[in-house]
Nanobody, 127 residues
Framework: QVQLVESGGGLVQAGDSLRLSCAAS????????MGWFRQVPGKEREFVAA????????YYADSVKDRFTISRDDAKNTVYLQVNDLRAGDTAAYYC????????????????????WGQGTQVTVSS
């Protein structure tokens, strides 16, 4: 079983930056593909970014690829999401997700591809 704990959210102003963190435990971290998703009330959870277990592949939603950066530190069992130039439309609960790395499929960019989820961290951007 993998446990995920997000942190780093908060109330910020438009144009500010944040670094979200997700600490994982329960499995060798380098064997996990990791993803970030976000959700606002009444809407489906949407893909934001993902990184492979090796760290060699990264994927981004078109809406964030020029402003957000996903990275991982396997020594700290942590994945990060650096979010820059925040906008009101980025307001959401941000969730970390994980799945066992697989040679049979690429890193998922949909919620159905992930088995483990954190509880989320809220990011609120005021304009």
């Amino acid at each position: 079983q993998v446990q995920l704990v997000e942190s780093g959210g908060g109330l910020v102003q438009a144009g500010d930056s944040l670094r979200l963190s997700c600490a994982a435990s329960g499995r060798t971290f380098s064997t996990l593909d990791m993803g970030w998703f976000r959700q606002v009330p009444g809407k489906e959870r949407e893909f934001v970014a993902a990184i492979s277990g090796s760290g060699g592949s990264r994927y981004y939603a078109d809406s964030v690829k020029d402003r957000f950066t996903i990275s991982r530190d396997d020594a700290k069992n942590t994945v990060y999401l650096q979010v820059n130039d925040l906008r009101a439309g980025d307001t959401a609960a941000y969730y970390c997700a994980a799945r066992a790395r697989s040679i049979w499929s690429s890193v998922p960019v949909s919620t159905s591809g992930y088995r483990y989820w954190g509880q989320g961290t809220q990011v609120t951007v005021s304009s």
